[in-house]
């Protein structure tokens, strides 16, 4: 399940693979994955465009697309039949991208002289939509369909309507601090909270708050500052450790608790079997033990 250390993953393999290259093709092959938007639309939108930089906030990737003032009179008269898009010429243009919970981002090379369409075997498995470069492209693919792409012309304005909170690796500690103070949920539910802090999802949160030896059924405003602290540090810590091991949980450090969260798993520190419950819904592994 893609959660910050993924998006930021998939955000750096774009900045590396398909930043500056014209847009030649848009295809929408499953249109369930757009976010208020139709497959016409973002395929005008985006056809002769290029990608310009990519930036994660949270679990959000944005691509910035920018006008290459293309010759090709074909685009240009594409444009021309929608008026709004017509509109949209002399301004940046932003594709959304939230992963969902099996979502994922594909950068293809493709052999000279070829170009990937429809059930080509240049594309991934379950791919909804296919951007096509000259000699490369990017697939996103998403078995589930619960992610979602859209247009905005503006990354702040989009993370401000959808009331996220700070991302997780840029958060002040002092405002984390008094924000969990204000809060009465548990504090697994609480780091959870999109609109608390912007990144953590199920997974990750078991890490930190193991890291931090804090019991997720714990009052979050029962977390006093020593511990808030330590807590603080984990996420930092556990987030920066997952992107540097490339997200693959065989690579990271022996104490950490993903490698053993399954039916069965032990604790790292002493191989205590590690207790299952529900939090607030989700699935929860924790050691009571090290997380009193």
């Not at 012309?153 to 993370?159: K, L």
């Not at 450090?253 to 819904?281: F, Q, T």
């Amino acid at each position: 399940m893609p959660e910050l250390p993924e998006a930021e993953i998939v955000r750096r393999n774009l900045e590396a693979n398909c930043l500056g290259k014209s847009i030649a093709e848009v295809v929408v092959k499953d249109d369930r994955i757009l976010d208020n938007i139709d497959a016409a639309f973002l395929t005008k939108s985006l056809k002769g465009r290029r990608f310009t930089s990519a930036i994660r906030y949270g679990k959000r990737i944005f691509l910035k697309s920018e006008d290459l003032q293309v010759e090709n009179k074909q685009v240009k008269d594409e444009r021309a039949e929608n008026q709004q898009i017509n509109n949209h010429q002399s301004k940046d243009l932003w594709l959304t991208t939230h992963l969902g919970m099996t979502g994922w981002i594909d950068c293809l090379n493709i052999p000279d002289g070829e170009r990937p369409i429809r059930d080509s075997p240049y594309e991934p498995r379950y791919t909804r939509l296919l951007i096509i470069f000259d000699h490369s492209g990017m697939a996103y693919t998403d078995p589930r369909l619960f992610g979602r792409l859209g247009l905005t012309e503006s990354p702040d304005e989009f993370i401000k309507q959808r009331r996220l909170g700070p991302d997780a690796l840029k958060m002040d500690f002092d405002e984390f601090s008094k924000g969990l103070r204000r809060k009465t949920a548990s504090i697994k539910t609480v780091l959870l909270d999109q609109g608390f802090i912007a990144g953590l999802g199920n997974l990750y949160t078991d890490e930190v708050l193991f890291q931090a030896g804090i019991n997720p059924q714990a009052k979050s405003y029962a977390v006093n500052d020593t511990r808030s602290s330590r807590l603080f540090q984990s996420i930092q810590e556990v987030l920066n450790t997952a992107i540097s091991s490339g997200s693959d949980f065989n690579l990271l450090p022996e104490s950490y608790l993903l490698p053993h969260r399954h039916r069965n798993g032990r604790c790292p520190k002493d191989g205590s079997i590690l207790e299952v419950i529900k939090v607030n819904g989700r699935t929860t592994y924790f050691c009571p033990e090290h997380q009193g």
